[in-house]
């Protein structure tokens, strides 16, 4: 039961986008398009899920035992920085169809906040506090990661189709590109929040 408040409260009640605000800058800027916004969803889907796993023991079996805790943030960036570049090198030799599928995707996910944000929730325990019977361990910080991961590309691909069907439409000249796309995803923002209370 608890591994299922988990997932919900991730995907719906705390979605990392649309109640934490992080992962903003991909939620814009590769929403244009449905197959670019799936693309980047399963990206950042691997490249979280593995983040999370190796920075949660980097902070228990580094960090805070050698109380270097203030190491956390600069140690957080360079591991997620080496995944990505060790994936992309992984995925070129070994499946050049989907390299090429990931394109500029991948060495995006590097900069992108959310990875950072979750793995240092994860790191801390803090994300624990919101679901009740959740504990700070792997297991379910990895579930949690993984679950938001699912919370970003359900928010990316929904906004994408629904920014496709706004360019087949006819919008107002002034509200078209970016203040139609603001406008959507504030109203995005307010149907999530109806979620809130389910966990």
């Known amino acids: 039961m608890v591994y299922f408040l988990i ?5 719906f009640v705390n979605n990392i986008v649309f109640s934490q605000f992080l992962g903003i800058c991909p939620f814009l800027g590769v929403s244009k398009r449905i197959s670019t916004a799936l693309g980047m969803g399963a990206a950042v889907t691997f490249v979280l899920t593995l983040a999370t796993i190796v920075t949660y023991l980097l902070q228990k079996y580094v960090l805070e035992m050698f109380h270097v805790e203030f190491l956390q943030t600069i140690l957080f960036i360079l591991v997620i920085a080496t995944l990505v570049q060790i994936i992309e090198i992984v995925l070129k030799k070994t499946s050049p169809s989907l390299y090429q599928a990931l394109g500029v995707f991948l060495p995006l996910i590097t900069t992108n906040c959310c ?6 929730l994860v790191g801390d325990g803090t994300w624990a506090a919101k679901i ?3 504990e700070p361990n792997l297991l379910q910080g990895t579930i949690f990661a993984f679950a938001t991961a699912v919370g970003f590309a359900l928010a990316l691909v929904l906004f994408a189709g ?17 203040p139609i796309a603001l406008l959507t ?3 995005l923002a307010m149907a999530f929040m109806g979620f809130s209370g389910v966990v």
């Open 115 to 120: 990875i950072l944000g979750v793995a240092i």
């Open 185 to 187: 995803a504030g109203l």
């Open 162 to 178: 629904i920014r496709e069907q706004l360019a087949m439409n006819n919008v107002p000249k002034a509200m078209q590109g970016t």
């Open 7 to 11: 997932i919900i409260s991730a995907i």
């Open 132 to 134: 009740s019977g959740a």
